[in-house]
C-alpha cells in the first residue's frame, strides 16, 4: 500500500522536539552514523535549532537514510534540503506555525507546491491549522495529480473546509484514480461535488459524474 505523506507528517510530528535544547550530541545519531557523517548533519540540526525549525524531522530524516543504506553523502543532502524546505514553509506559513504545519508544509513544497501556494493556505485559514491542508496537497501530488492543479483544489476548498473534509476529498480522489480515472479528472469531479454541496455556483468546466 503506498506509504501516505500526510500520515508520515502528523506520525514524525508528533515527537517533534519544537522548543528541544540544543545538545552537542544525538546519540540515536552517534549510534547510527560514523563522525563523518554525523558531524554535519548535527551541525544543521544545531542551525535549524537556532532558527527556531524542528529538530526531530531532522534527525528522522538522517535515521531513515541510515536504515535504508543511503551513503554518507546523500543523508547529509537530504537533511540540508530538509532544514531548508522547512525554513521556506517558515516563511510562507508564518512564525507562528506549528512543527506539524512546518512539516506539513515542508512535504507540500517536496511535491511541487510552491511558497506561495502555502502562503495563500494561511491566508485563507488564518486562525486554523494548516497541517492536514498541506498534507492532502502533497498526498493529491503522489497520485498524480499535477502540482498547480492540487494547489488550486486545496485553495477553492480552504475556506470551508474542516480536516475531515480535506481527508474525505483526498480518499475520494484517490479511490477514483484506483478505478481508472485519471488524477486531474478524479479531481476535478470531486472539486466540483464540493463546491456544488456548499451551494457556490459552478465554474466554467464543471465535470459530471458518471
Known amino acids: 500500500m503506498r506509504h501516505r505523506l500526510l500520515a508520515a507528517v502528523l506520525a514524525t510530528t508528533a515527537l517533534a522536539a519544537w522548543h528541544a535544547p540544543a545538545q552537542a550530541q544525538d546519540p540515536r545519531l552517534a549510534r547510527r552514523l560514523p563522525d563523518e557523517v554525523r558531524i554535519p548533519i548535527e551541525a544543521l540540526i544545531d542551525s535549524a535549532r537556532a532558527r527556531a525549525l524542528p529538530a526531530e524531522p531532522l534527525v528522522d530524516r538522517a535515521l531513515e537514510g541510515a536504515a535504508k543504506g543511503a551513503g554518507g553523502e546523500r543523508i547529509v543532502a537530504a537533511v540540508r534540503r530538509?532544514?531548508?524546505?522547512?525554513?521556506?514553509?517558515?516563511?510562507?506559513?508564518?512564525?507562528?506555525?506549528?512543527?506539524?504545519?512546518?512539516?506539513?508544509?515542508?512535504?507540500?513544497?517536496?511535491?511541487?507546491?510552491?511558497?506561495d501556494d502555502l502562503r495563500h493556505l494561511r491566508q485563507r485559514r488564518p486562525d486554523r491549522p494548516v497541517t492536514v491542508a498541506a498534507g492532502v496537497l502533497a498526498d493529491l501530488v503522489a497520485v498524480g495529480v499535477p502540482p498547480d492543479t492540487a494547489a488550486a483544489a486545496v485553495l477553492a476548498l480552504a475556506g470551508r473546509g474542516e480536516d475531515a473534509d480535506y481527508i474525505a476529498f483526498r480518499r475520494n480522489v484517490e479511490r477514483d484514480v484506483a478505478l481508472g480515472a485519471t488524477p486531474t479528472a478524479a479531481l476535478t469531479v470531486r472539486l466540483t461535488g464540493e463546491t456544488l454541496s456548499s451551494g457556490d455556483a459552478p465554474g466554467p468546466t464543471r465535470a459530471r459524474k458518471p
Open 82 to 115: 530538509l532544514a531548508g524546505e522547512l525554513g521556506v514553509a517558515r516563511d510562507a506559513l508564518g512564525s507562528g506555525s506549528t512543527s506539524a504545519e512546518l512539516v506539513a508544509g515542508a512535504a507540500a513544497l517536496r511535491a511541487g507546491a510552491r511558497s
